[in-house]
């Protein structure tokens, strides 16, 4: 960000985030990490509805976007938090905890770790990535706008994202705009 405030740089790929909007401009996200849940074999936990209840524990990672993400939404669940996800997954592993919240992709891994273990398909929230740009430079933004959508359109994000092998990363839909930040045009 500080180099884009400084016009050392043309461009940066980043989350999207509120406290950096005043500071820089966002394309349309192309991309989304959704945040759901990793739940141990034979739990109940259907959906991310059904884990907010009283007397679930939710192990989470300490100060990080998803768990930012749920302490939003969370009235009756129990957040568990720890230092590192390797700390998370172990309190599921072990039956401390009846879910882990975190972002897909390392929860998908940590699922093959876990016999009969399952990652819910729906989610909670999403860390969503933009291109960003100094605020001074509109036309450069507006181009960008018009290259991400024209790379979602026709499937390129899509193909990147699987050649790549990025198991639960998505294209961000056109609609899915919740970071709460006007998208510049």
């Known amino acids: 960000m500080e180099c884009l405030k400084a016009n050392g740089c043309d461009l940066g790929f980043a989350g999207i985030d509120s406290t950096r909007a005043a500071n820089v401009g966002y394309?349309?996200?192309?991309?989304?990490v959704p945040f759901t849940y990793l739940v141990p074999a034979g739990?109940?936990?259907?959906?991310?509805?059904?884990?907010?209840?009283?007397?679930?524990?939710?192990?989470?990672v300490r100060n990080h976007a998803s768990t930012l993400a749920l302490e939003r939404i969370?009235?009756?669940?129990?957040?568990?938090?720890v230092d590192i996800p390797d700390a998370a997954f172990e309190l599921?592993?072990?039956?401390?905890?009846?879910?882990?919240?975190?972002?897909?992709?390392?929860?998908?891994?940590?699922?093959?770790?876990?016999?009969?273990?399952?990652?819910?398909?729906?989610?909670?929230?999403?860390n969503l990535q933009a291109i960003a740009v100094a605020k001074d430079q509109p036309i450069r933004l507006t181009y960008l706008n018009a290259f991400v959508e024209e790379a979602k359109e026709s499937g390129l994000l899509q193909q990147i994202i699987d050649r790549a092998g990025q198991r639960g990363i998505?294209?961000?839909?056109?609609?899915?705009?919740?970071?709460?930040?006007?998208?510049t045009r």
């Open 170 to 183: 998505q294209v961000a839909p056109a609609e899915d705009f919740t970071a709460g930040i006007p998208p």
């Open 27 to 32: 394309t349309l996200p192309h991309i989304m």
């Open 43 to 60: 739990s109940s936990i259907r959906s991310v509805a059904d884990a907010d209840k009283r007397g679930v524990r939710i192990a989470v």
């Open 74 to 81: 969370l009235k009756y669940a129990e957040a568990i938090a």
């Open 92 to 126: 599921v592993r072990t039956g401390k905890a009846d879910a882990y919240a975190s972002p897909r992709p390392p929860i998908l891994e940590y699922a093959a770790q876990l016999p009969g273990a399952r990652v819910l398909d729906d989610r909670y929230g999403a």
